[in-house]
Nanobody, 119 residues
Framework: QVQLVESGGGLVQPGGSLRLSCAAS????????MGWYRQAPGKQRELVAR???????NYADSVKGRFTISRDNAKNTVYLQMNSLKPEDTAVYYC?????????????WGQGTQVTVSS
């Protein structure tokens, strides 16, 4: 059993910052890609950022230069530093981890954390 625990969401004014965290625990043998997705009301879930275990990253064009993904492999934790937040960043943010556990390799998802950008 693998658990992903997210934290750090909340309400912030435009131009503000938030830092999301996602810690993976349980029966984990190895982790490959760790990333963040988001889903706004009435829209499909979309990739925000992801990082491989080798350190390579991908970002959505809409967040490049504002968001930074990082990870602590020793803690099985991924972070998303979000700066210069805009109202259009409002969404539920989900952590995603590509891992090998007791039942093989699969994608695990967090429960989601709400980020609201509003004045």
């Amino acid at each position: 059993q693998v658990q992903l625990v997210e934290s750090g969401g909340g309400l912030v004014q435009p131009g503000g910052s938030l830092r999301l965290s996602c810690a993976a625990s349980g029966s984990i043998f190895s982790i490959y890609v760790m990333g963040w997705y988001r889903q706004a009301p009435g829209k499909q879930r979309e990739l925000v950022a992801r990082m491989s275990n080798g350190g390579s990253t991908n970002y959505a064009d809409s967040v490049k230069g504002r968001f930074t993904i990082s990870r602590d492999n020793a803690k099985n934790t991924v972070y998303l530093q979000m700066n210069s937040l805009k109202p259009e960043d409002t969404a539920v943010y989900y952590c995603n981890v590509d891992l090998v556990g007791s039942r093989g390799r699969y994608d695990a998802w967090g429960q989601g954390t709400q980020v609201t950008v509003s004045s």
